[in-house]
């Protein structure tokens, strides 16, 4: 019976160990920033990009993004522009802004990135990634534009 009860109150402990960790980690993520949380989510999204993924990066995009463009006609626009820049070889963020309002877009939760990058191809650019906040609560990219 001791040990039984030895076992109970042992997996008790771990039940409330794995609970405190679980508020700890929300806490955590919820006292973000979003510029920090949207970057996030960009540098994930440019790494389809630059690897290209192009498909996958539209698959990964806001809904907003999606309903603007089709999967093809972004897959056609990205081998146009990023292909002939060659491979990344740096980016380092220049400016995260974080706004509810842009042009030509509905109102919400943006974060406009810049990315001062180079390429195999290109010496100097600037990447504007526009992450959003998508109707379930998750960060993707809205809007991408190189210079």
């Not at 979003?34 to 498909?55: C, F, I, M, N, R």
């Not at 463009?69 to 081998?79: I, Y």
């Not at 740096?90 to 400016?95: G, L």
């Not at 290109?122 to 906040?133: F, R």
Request: charged share 20%; proline share 3%; aromatic share 10%.
């Amino acid at each position: 019976m001791t040990v039984t009860i030895a076992r109970i109150e042992t997996k008790f402990a771990l039940i409330r160990v794995f609970a405190l960790l679980l508020c700890t980690t929300a806490i955590a993520q919820a006292q973000q920033k979003p510029e920090q949380v949207a970057q996030q989510s960009s540098d994930a999204w440019l790494t389809l990009v630059d690897s290209g993924k192009y498909a996958d990066s539209w698959q990964e995009a806001s809904q907003f993004f999606k309903n603007a463009v089709s999967k093809e006609q972004w897959q056609g626009m990205l081998s146009a522009t990023r292909a002939p820049l060659g491979k990344m070889s740096s980016r380092k963020i220049k400016s995260a802004t974080y706004t509810t309002t842009l042009p030509g877009a509905p109102d919400g939760e943006y974060v406009v990135i810049q990315y001062d990058s180079s390429f195999e191809h290109k010496q100097s650019a600037v990447e504007t990634v526009t992450p959003m906040l998508d109707k379930d609560g998750k960060w993707r990219v809205s809007g991408y534009f190189i210079k």
